[in-house]
């Protein structure tokens, strides 16, 4: 009749070991280290013409550029928010500074020559106030990031184009061919500039408030607004940082690539994207850094120059990056999990 | 008359627990075709977990389960479902963005021998389903076009006529006006006399008197008593739900309890007339430093709204708040904080963050006090430190992620992150929800120790005992409205729940 009393007993959940608690918790930071590890390893046997200074030079001009888009983005995905625009603002930022410079006679352009320091301005200013409307349909008209910026990558190109009307500009203020394809005692300046805006992105989000800011909204924006912090206006500024970041790469990627012309930064959106999560940067926010996005470029970096030095089909390429970023996902996805678990 | 007919549904000695805590301990439950069958019992006496086991949602118990005489055992919630089980549960779940007509046969659409979905006669069929419901809405409009009330008959409507033998409401009128809800009634009364068995679950007590023909009481996961309502009466049924004191080792509040004399202090928080379509109707009230407000009511009573209305979250469609005799209007819960107002929400994934460490819990809402632009981490560590003894949180490693602290011990870190800096007004929601007993007397002692050193608090709570323990001076909210309010009275939880 009456049902056997039933006794629960509850196992004691064991806890892991703490190193395997520890790996667990890390495995968003080691992953892609040890990743990093792996490949050069391999190329550095696979062709004796990797392993040199020389190419090391070569990776890091190559990431460069990548490298300062990547800061700004950073900062949006370290929020859980994304902006499919920055390739599309590095380019019209590119392209505006052209715009505004002086061009050679046989270039069929009809642009407005300044003096260097208001093209400089001018440009900045374009990308501040793009990144300005995608923090305005963010936060206060509530567009999804994801949909709001795939909007401004349109508008960014249709001014791009505007602008050149299909020729090539190839002059840009002195300061900005300097800083992208000039050097000092053998250092390319851009990648002294990606190394400086790196380290001033880490600053940002490691000892500043509002980098705790970004950190606190991006684990859990319902605790951070319940916090009393304004999240609004974490949001709006990361999506202008992420814009003005991207201009200064597209800027010195004009004078980097010699040219400014539409489509130019079309691969930078997928690259900048891939490095920041191919590095751990949680895509879920709230977990990872400016430090994750270095590891994230030197894969990268590694992968795209190896594959040269190891003569390989130039189709598979694109498809190893494609297999390559798929497996950085799983992993980022697979570590949030591991961690939730380690924690809970 | 039911008790004529052999039973539908017969459950013996049914024993559930979770972890370790025993939610239901040997119940007995008969359910006769043709009848309605009130439940009534205080939050966590079992009444859920007991429909969640009739309904599938929980494969796992002990006990017999005998449907139309057989033993029966379900997988899940399809099992059940096949055997003609329908539940409404408490949480609005309608699909806003289709149709009403595609709600009505959400999950259920007609189609003919192509497998593709008839359109037409769907749309006529609900439209004859609601009419006979009382309901004349266009089948072909937007379901979240409509005002709650309606959404919600409308899914009732989808279980009513789903063909099922047993249908279970858990809480069906909360959302809905009292014309609404006497044409539920109605149908349920029609429904019942058609021979469906129908299961009511509601904390409306009238309610429960007014359309069942059984009642049956559940106290501590067991359960009391069973009885035809008309036997019954309302003080009746609350005795019997909160028992006399005895059984539990908590203090269950039967007895009286006086509040103080109202306090003559000044006013801190001054409400008026705040409104908020469908949500809270005028309510106007007051609270004073040194005293502990509490706002009672059953959940959708409107508490959600107004404590997201305090902390500038929502904004109130009519009416002022006042923080000190000056006109607040907050922009966003930034401002909110900056008035001095601090907030603790109802659920511990809402106010904390659980993957770093107590220390920059803490410290998340005075950054701004302690630090200009940098960071002063060691600063963060010392005043976490300081709390964290205070409070007695455990263990008192302020590195240590929050996570890894138990519930009690996360609670108090959303108490201390308001505390370094003392706000004018501290909002706490649920404040003692689902701790145990130590946990909820050091919670209970750290916000009197508050209101002594001269705070004004507010506390909001579904569960009578949470207000009582804490509250100088209680407000009831039903449906939005502040219906009651008992100040420098003696007052008991019977009477508490009277009044909601």
Not at chain 1, 317 to 343: E, H
Not at chain 2, 242 to 258: M, N, P, Q, S, V
């Amino acid at each position: 009749m009456s049902g056997e009393s039933v006794t629960v007993s509850t196992p004691d959940h064991k806890r892991p070991h703490r190193l395997a608690r520890l790996l667990r918790s890390q495995m968003r930071n080691i992953a892609p280290f040890l990743t990093l590890i792996l490949l050069s390893g391999f190329f550095a046997v696979a062709s004796p013409s990797f392993a040199t200074i020389d190419n090391l030079g070569n990776i890091l001009t190559q990431v460069s550029v990548t490298g300062i888009i990547a800061v700004g983005l950073t900062f949006v995905i370290l929020c859980a928010e994304i902006d499919l625009s920055i390739a599309s603002v590095a380019n019209v930022t590119g392209i505006a500074v052209a715009y505004f410079s002086q061009q050679e006679s046989y270039v069929n352009i009809a642009n407005v020559p300044l003096a260097g320091w208001a093209a400089i301005l001018l440009a900045l200013a374009l990308c501040a106030l793009l990144g300005l409307v995608n923090a305005f349909g963010l936060t206060v008209i509530g567009i999804p990031s994801f949909i709001m910026t795939l909007a401004m990558m349109q508008i960014a190109a249709g001014i791009s184009a505007l602008l050149v009307r299909g020729p090539i500009a190839y002059k840009v203020p002195s300061l900005i061919s300097t800083l992208g394809s000039g050097s000092v005692s053998g250092i390319p300046w851009i990648v002294i500039v990606a190394a400086i805006m790196l380290l001033a992105g880490h600053l940002v989000l490691t000892y500043t408030r509002f980098g705790r800011y970004v950190y606190m909204v991006g684990g859990n924006r319902e605790a951070a607004e319940f916090s009393g912090l304004n999240v609004n206006l974490i949001l709006g500024s990361v999506m202008v940082i992420a814009a003005v970041c991207a201009g200064i790469g597209g800027m010195l990627g004009v004078a980097h690539f010699g040219s400014a012309q539409q489509n130019e930064f079309d691969t930078y959106l997928l690259d900048s994207i891939a490095a920041v999560v191919v590095g751990g940067t949680s895509l879920f926010g709230g977990r990872g850094g400016i430090g994750n996005t270095i590891v994230g470029l030197f894969v990268l970096g590694v992968l795209n120059n190896g594959l040269d030095h190891v003569n390989i089909d130039s189709f598979l390429k694109i498809l190893i990056r494609g297999l390559i970023l798929l497996a950085a996902l799983v992993i980022n996805v697979y570590a949030q999990r591991l961690r939730a678990r380690a924690v809970d | 008359m039911p008790e004529d007919r052999s039973p539908i549904l017969e459950l013996q000695g049914i024993t559930k627990a979770f972890g370790g805590v025993e939610a239901l301990r040997g119940v007995d439950f008969t359910l006769r075709p043709g009848e309605i069958h009130g439940l009534v019992g205080e939050n966590g006496a079992g009444k859920s977990t007991l429909m969640k086991i009739i309904a599938g949602v929980h494969p796992e118990f002990s006990g017999r389960f005998l449907l139309d005489g057989h033993e029966t055992r379900f997988r899940s919630t399809r099992d059940a479902r096949a055997a003609g089980i329908a539940m409404v549960h408490q949480e609005l779940s309608v699909a806003p963005d289709l149709s009403v007509a595609e709600n009505v046969f959400l999950g259920n659409q007609p189609t003919n021998r192509f497998g593709l979905v008839q359109w037409r006669r769907m749309a006529r069929e609900a439209g004859d389903q609601l009419a006979r419901f009382g309901i004349d809405v266009d089948p072909a409009m937007r379901l979240g076009d409509l005002p709650i009330g309606l959404q919600q008959l409308i899914e009732i409507a989808r279980v009513l006529f789903s063909g099922a033998r047993i249908i279970i409401l858990d809480e069906p009128t909360s959302a809905l006006s009292p014309p609404e809800v006497e044409r539920l009634f109605s149908t349920l009364r029609r429904l019942r006399d058609e021979g469906t068995a129908i299961i009511f679950i509601s904390h409306f007590i009238e309610d429960i008197l007014r359309v069942s023909d059984t009642v049956t009481v559940f106290r501590n996961g067991r359960k009391v008593t069973d009885t035809a309502a008309a036997a019954t009466s309302k003080a009746e049924l609350i005795e019997a739900m909160i028992g006399k004191g005895r059984e539990a080792l908590e203090e269950t509040y039967t007895h009286d309890i006086a509040l103080p004399a109202r306090s003559e202090r000044p006013v801190v928080l001054g409400v008026d007339q705040v409104s908020l379509p469908r949500g809270l109707q005028d309510v106007s009230f007051d609270v004073r430093a040194g005293e502990v407000l509490g706002v009672y009511g059953f959940m959708g009573c409107g508490q959600l709204e107004l404590s997201r209305i305090l902390f500038g979250k929502l904004w109130p469609g009519q009416g002022t708040l006042r923080l000190a005799g000056a006109l607040q209007s907050f922009a966003n819960t930034a401002d909110a904080r900056r008035a001095g107002i601090a907030f603790v929400p109802e659920s511990r994934r809402a106010m904390l963050f659980h993957q770093e460490p107590i220390y920059k819990n803490i410290s998340v809402s005075i950054l701004d006090r302690i630090s200009s632009l940098l960071l002063k981490p060691a600063r963060e560590r010392s005043i976490a430190a300081r709390q964290v003894e205070q409070l007695q949180i455990r263990p008192a490693a302020v590195e240590l992620d929050l996570g890894m602290l138990s519930g009690g011990n996360q609670q108090k870190v959303a108490l201390a992150k308001w505390l370094t800096y003392p706000p004018r007004l501290l909002v706490l929601c649920e404040p003692t929800r689902g701790m145990d007993v130590g946990a909820k007397n050091d919670v209970i002692q750290i916000v009197r120790d508050l209101r002594d050193k001269g705070l004004a608090i507010i506390v909001m709570s579904t569960e009578p005992e949470t207000v009582l323990s804490l509250a100088d001076r209680i407000i009831v909210l039903k449906r939005g409205a502040v219906v009651r309010e008992f100040a420098g009275e003696a007052i008991s939880k019977d009477r508490l729940l009277e009044a909601a």
